[in-house]
């Protein structure tokens, strides 16, 4: 039964997820698997996008976190949105978890306004210390802003407010920057255009004698013309709305209307099948990239990239910016699975965004690309985020879908490093249910791969070798340390605990996908944040001091005060990697040690 204050939206046209390629790493929420998710809860979810990754199920939840989890399970990272309704997760809609709005804050009811999200209209006093800290108490490890709504400052202040968790909390929370990225958008309308199928109509490139035809609409691409073809399909907000093309003019493209609907104004459009020939960086994602490398963003989400020489031409300007910024890229166009290879080769992970992608490919194909985009990134040792409609009825609902739920399953199973909430967080009724209802559904997953017979994790027995390594050994020492710190962990029953310095060691480890959490304990802030993305790490900063004996004593402490282990425990600690710390240059080591 459906509560009566929660009545549901008409249409769904009006929300960004559904309009805009998702919209918010992740952001949105991402978590660790049983706690890393994006808000390093627990330091056992997904990110703080809400998304969110594997981590042990064992570790310990913060002080006002959920209940603690049964040690020695993995669960998904968790991302949360903070950029579809500008700044925040847009609590402020008079439902279930309103809470009243903060002075200065107008009341309002419903999703955002089309017309305010498409001028990119803010409410920078949405987000609050007090929702961030919710928001990562729940399962939060990644935060997402979204460029296409709020502005420079509005953004800055979540930076902010995530920054100030993070060293209050000693949290590793990052903050993922998703670019606007090249869009197609249908002109301003006086009154919407409600369009019946089989309706003639056109889009134009001009505005001369615009009021005087009868349904017809300008459209803000010059190229448009040359883009389509007779018999393309066009596709209004993902398929809300379709339109078959009858013929082209020097600046109209005659329609007919296949599925009808309301058509209101700055609608986003795809063509089935087809990219729209402009650039994947644009004017404004240059200087919102310019704005992520002065507020210290830990992720670039770049989107609707064609092939690998944008990822090529944004590093190089990051080198150039002397800026160590991870850009993932975005899978979300016909192209992009074109070039699949070489784009997620030059990239440092990936976003299953399958809002766009469904819309310009056959919705049934997006199933099968997920999981080749999954497991390549596997394959590859990369990060990737499954996003878009994750829990999508929780916008307006307290409760899922069941299919909602099999879907954060199946990603999980897939061995996705995060799952991503969009509208859900950013301005849904029930930003925080929706959190612990995607942790929740990535842990029992987790429970099940280690328990059920059938359900095999993709792990050390499958995994490939992976060649990004840094240094001499490549290939060699440090991935074999990897390999069997995982196998001797896994046999024991025992956490892993790594020191690392640039996080080439944990990131190694979490490949293999070991059965219990993976410790990093780093020197490096911004190497801390960046470790939240991985599957099955918990990231923590600790000064390492010159007597590697007292350095570890102080971590097994901290990690004893969270509750992630304790006395007469076992961990394996692993010392290797190509700039040594304590050890000799050249010996690498495995090391078990009992918890006092």
Known sequence: ??????????????????????????????????????????????????????????????????????????????????????????????????RGPP????????????????????????????????????????????????????????????????????????????????????????????????????????????????????????????DVHVGDLLLVDGGMMSFEVVA????????????????????????????????????????????????????YALSFVKDEHVVHELRAYLVKKKADIKILVKIESADSITNLDKILEAADGAMVARGDLGAELPVEEVPILQQRIVQTCRKLGKPVIVATNMLESMIDYPTPTRAEVSDISIAVR????????????????????????????AERTERALERIEGMARFGSANSEPITWIEGNDGRGMSEVLAYHATTMANTIKSPVVVFTRKGNMPRLVSHYRPKSVVFAFCENEATQRNLNLFNGIVPLHLKFSQDKEETFKRALDLLKERGHVEAGQEVTIVQSGTRPIWRVAGSHTIQVITVE
């Open 103 to 226: 002075e200065g804050c107008p009341e309002e009811a419903g999703p955002p306004r089309a017309e305010d999200e498409d001028r990119g209209n803010h409410r920078p006093c949405d987000l609050l210390v007090g929702d961030v800290q919710q928001l990562a108490d729940t399962g939060v490890n990644v935060a997402r802003l979204n460029m296409s709504h709020g502005d420079h400052n509005s953004h800055g202040e979540v930076v902010d407010l995530v920054r100030r968790y993070n060293k209050e909390n000693n949290a590793g929370i990052a903050v993922m920057l998703d670019t606007k990225g090249p869009e197609v958008r249908s002109g301003d309308l006086v009154e919407p255009m409600e369009l019946a199928p089989g309706d003639p109509f056109t889009f134009t490139l001009t505005q001369k004698g615009l009021k005087a035809r009868k349904n017809t609409c300008t459209v803000n691409y010059d190229d448009f013309v040359n």
């Open 1 to 98: 039964t459906i509560p009566q204050t929660c009545a549901p939206n008409p249409r769904r046209d009006e929300r960004n997820e559904t309009n805009h390629h998702g919209g918010g790493f992740w952001y949105q929420a991402w978590s660790r698997s049983a706690g890393l998710r994006d808000g390093g809860q627990a330091e056992q979810m997904p990110s703080f996008c809400c998304c969110w990754r594997e981590a042990e199920e064992g570790a310990s939840p913060r002080k006002q976190g959920p209940e603690p989890r049964c040690p020695e399970l993995l669960a998904r990272r968790f991302l949360s949105h903070a950029g579809d309704r500008g700044a925040g997760p847009g609590l402020g809609r008079g439902k279930r978890e309103r």
């Open 248 to 299: 082209i003019k020097p600046k109209d493209v005659e329609c007919k209307v296949v599925d009808g609907g309301v058509l209101k104004s700055r609608r986003h459009l795809n063509v089935r099948g087809k990219s729209a020939s402009l650039p994947s960086i644009t004017d404004k994602d240059w200087e919102d990239i310019e704005f992520g490398v002065r507020a210290g963003v830990d992720y």
């Open 414 to 441: 897939e061995g996705t490093d995060a799952v991503m909430l969009s509208g859900e967080s950013a301005y849904g009724g029930f930003p925080y249910k929706s959190v612990q209802v995607m942790a929740t559904v």
